[in-house]
């Protein structure tokens, strides 16, 4: 199995530009989750997809945040327009059921490496 | 508040040295509680997974334990390898949709 494939693993990008992290799940999972990574707030959920579909996007920023799942097999999470804040590492990770009453293990990306300048 | 404290925040350790850090929480009820392994540059990667009815779980080297009554839970690296530099962090669920709680981790190194 590959994992979970997130891509582009580094981007460096200006201040304003818009931003699309890309992510597909494992095969056969179908929990999709967006988390977002900085040393101050360490790993905090953005969003969720249950089949496809976008359970709770409380996590998420603000506006200029927005993922989508048009797939089983695919999702992205786009910025724009972005700003320095946003820089962090962005982990999508996939589980078959649901790791809350299940125990199923959350399976994370290897992360994309956002820089805002 | 976070509801998942761990300690100590970071532990630098002799490669072959034993070491053992602290999850501490507060999440209620309770439903699982995770403990992942972070290499840097890396995503975390799942160690063990308990419920409540467990109190012990290996996974090699790596010994978890849970008092589901103090709400504590250890993590317990037996022979450290350099290997197991790396940050280890602590996830709480609830049971309830999309109530899951990460600690800050502990920063592990291991010095030859």
């Known amino acids: 199995d590959a994992g979970v494939i997130q891509s582009p693993r580094h981007e460096v990008t200006e201040m304003g530009q818009e931003v699309t992290l890309r992510c597909k799940p494992i095969s056969g999972h179908d929990y999709l989750f967006w988390y977002r990574q900085t040393m101050m707030r360490g790993l905090e959920l953005l969003i969720y997809f249950n089949n496809n579909v976008p359970i709770d996007d409380s996590g998420m920023p603000e506006d200029r945040f927005s993922a989508k799942m048009p797939n089983a097999s695919f999702s992205t999470l786009k910025i724009q327009p972005s700003e320095p804040r946003d820089s962090a590492v962005y982990f999508c990770?996939?589980?078959?059921?649901?790791?809350?009453?299940?125990?199923?293990?959350?399976?994370f990306g290897e992360g994309s490496w956002l820089t805002v300048v | 508040k976070n509801q998942v404290e761990q300690s100590p925040q970071s532990l630098i350790i002799l490669e072959g040295k034993n070491c053992t850090l602290q999850c501490n929480y507060t999440v209620s009820p309770f439903s699982n509680l995770r403990w992942y392994k972070q290499d840097t540059g890396r995503g975390p990667v799942s160690l063990t997974i308990m419920t409540f009815s467990e109190n012990t779980k290996s996974n090699g080297r790596y010994t978890a334990t849970l008092d589901a009554d103090t709400k504590q839970s250890s993590l317990h690296i037996t022979a450290s390898q350099l290997s197991d530099s790396a940050s280890y962090i602590c996830v709480v669920s609830s049971g309830h949709n999309n109530d899951m709680r990460f600690g800050a981790g502990t920063r592990l190194t291991v010095k030859p």
């Open positions: 990770a996939s589980s078959r059921w649901d790791p809350w009453t299940s125990g199923n293990t959350i399976y």
